[in-house]
C-alpha cells in the first residue's frame, strides 16, 4: 500500500512568486488526482487559493523573500531559524512526500534532512547547475527522489550523473495562449479610449522581490525620461506582485521621474506585458513570461557587488535570460551590473520602436511550443508515481 493511500498529506515549500504559481497548479492536479489530499508548509497567495481550506500554513512565503548573496548573508540568522524550525515541523507532520519548490538554497537541505528521515523528496525548478555551481547536483542527487525540470535542456545534464529527472515543460506555456491580442489585454485594463490606440506604450517590470525593486526602478524611471525626449507621447504601464511592493515602486519612481506618469496593476503582469508595445522588465520568470506573450523586450538585472563579484568568478554561461537560454544564442538584449542605465536602457528599447525583427518572432513562437506540454498535470503525476515507488 502507498504512503498516498494512508494519510493524503503533501508537504510543499515556495519561496518566491514564480514559485507561488508553479504550486498553485500542483496543488490543483493534485487535488483532481486525489480528492483527499491536504497540504501543509510555506505557501504564497495563489497556492493558499487553490488549496481552498486543505491547508496549514506553517510559514509564508514572503518571510524567505530574498535575493543575491549579500541580501542573504544579511537575513541568515533569521532563515536559518526559521528552516530548522520548519524541518522539524514537516518530519513530525509526515507526509507522504515534500515538494520543494525552486528556492534551492532553502529547500535542499530541507529535503536532504527529510529523505534521511524516510519521507520521500521532489524538487520542481532545477537549480541552475548546468549553469555555476555543477558540483551540486551531488547533493541534488542525495537530497531528492526526482527533480522536476522546466527546461528541456536540463534532463540531458541530469542523465549524465545518473540523477533521477523529469522534464515537465512550464505551466506559463499552458497559461499564455498561443496569440493573446494587445486590444484584449487594453480592455482588460480598461484604458481610455487615447491610450487604447497608442502604439507607444512601454511596460516597466522591476521585479518581484524587494532587492530587486530598489535596484532597477530608478533605473527605469529614468531612462523613461530619455524615451520621453524622444517619443513625448509614450505610456508608462507597471505590474506588482502586491500592494506594498506597488508602493514602493510609485515611491521610487516619482523620487526619480516626478513628472512622468506611471500605472500600477497589482497581480496583472499577464495584461501588463500583453498591452504594451515593449517591456522593460527584470531577468527572472518574467523574461519567459512576456516571451510566451511575444513581446519584444530589454532584459535588466543589477545585483550587490558582493554577489556580482562572486558571481563572475563561478558562473559558466554568458547569457542569464529564460529567451536566450532556450534558444541557446542570444536572441534577446540583456543589460547586466554597469550595463543597466538610463542611456543604454533607453538605446535598447529605441530599437524595438525602430527596427523589426521577425525572427525573433519565430523563435518566440518554436519555444512556445516546445515548453508547452501540460506541466501542471505532469508535474502531478510524477509527485504521485515518487509516492506510489514506495
Not at 508548509?41 to 530574498?66: N, P, T
Not at 532553502?106 to 524516510?118: H, I, R, W
Request: proline share 4%; charged share 25%; aromatic share 8%.
Amino acid at each position: 500500500m502507498s504512503r498516498a493511500s494512508r494519510n493524503h498529506l503533501y508537504a510543499l515549500s515556495a519561496c518566491e512568486a514564480s514559485g507561488d504559481a508553479l504550486g498553485a497548479g500542483l496543488i490543483r492536479e493534485l487535488l483532481k488526482r486525489d480528492p483527499e489530499a491536504r497540504f501543509t508548509g510555506i505557501f504564497g497567495q495563489k497556492m493558499r487559493a487553490a488549496a481552498g481550506s486543505a491547508y496549514e500554513q506553517l510559514y509564508d512565503m514572503e518571510e524567505l523573500s530574498v535575493m543575491g548573496i549579500g541580501e542573504v548573508i544579511k537575513s541568515l540568522p533569521r532563515l536559518l531559524r526559521i528552516r530548522k524550525n520548519f524541518k522539524s515541523a514537516v518530519l513530525e507532520r509526515n507526509p507522504d512526500v515534500f515538494v520543494g519548490i525552486d528556492g534551492p538554497d532553502f529547500n535542499l537541505s530541507v529535503e536532504l534532512f527529510l529523505k534521511k528521515n524516510g519521507i520521500h523528496t521532489v524538487h520542481y525548478v532545477s537549480p541552475s547547475v548546468w549553469a555555476w555551481r555543477s558540483g551540486r547536483i551531488y547533493k541534488i542527487k542525495a537530497a531528492t527522489d526526482m527533480v522536476l525540470s522546466i527546461l528541456p535542456f536540463e534532463k540531458d545534464f541530469y542523465a549524465k550523473y545518473d540523477a533521477p529527472c523529469t522534464y515537465v515543460g512550464h505551466r506559463l506555456a499552458e497559461e499564455i495562449p498561443m496569440e493573446y491580442p494587445i486590444t484584449a489585454a487594453r480592455l482588460e485594463l480598461n484604458f481610455s479610449e487615447n491610450v487604447f490606440k497608442s502604439n507607444m506604450i512601454t511596460a516597466v517590470l522591476p521585479g518581484s522581490r524587494i532587492a530587486e525593486i530598489t535596484f532597477l526602478t530608478p533605473e527605469f524611471a529614468e531612462a523613461s525620461y530619455l524615451l520621453q525626449k524622444s517619443y513625448p507621447g509614450m505610456r508608462f504601464i507597471c505590474a506588482a506582485t502586491s500592494l506594498a511592493k506597488a508602493r514602493l515602486i510609485s515611491r521610487l519612481w516619482r523620487e526619480h521621474a516626478p513628472s512622468i506618469p506611471l500605472t500600477i496593476w497589482i497581480g496583472k503582469s499577464h495584461a501588463v506585458m500583453a498591452a504594451a508595445n515593449a517591456v522593460i522588465l527584470s531577468s527572472g520568470t518574467a523574461t519567459l513570461e512576456a516571451m510566451l506573450l511575444k513581446k519584444r523586450m530589454v532584459v535588466c538585472y543589477i545585483i550587490s557587488k558582493i554577489t556580482a563579484m562572486i558571481g563572475k568568478r563561478v558562473l559558466k554561461v554568458d547569457m542569464y535570460s529564460l529567451p536566450n537560454l532556450l534558444a541557446g544564442r542570444r536572441i534577446v538584449p540583456e543589460l547586466i551590473q554597469d550595463d543597466c542605465n538610463p542611456v543604454r536602457i533607453c538605446e535598447e528599447v529605441k530599437k524595438i520602436y525602430t527596427q523589426e525583427n521577425r525572427e525573433q518572432m519565430m523563435e518566440f513562437t518554436r519555444i512556445h511550443k516546445e515548453l508547452r506540454i501540460a506541466s501542471d498535470a505532469k508535474a502531478a503525476e510524477a509527485v504521485l508515481k515518487v509516492i506510489a515507488a514506495g
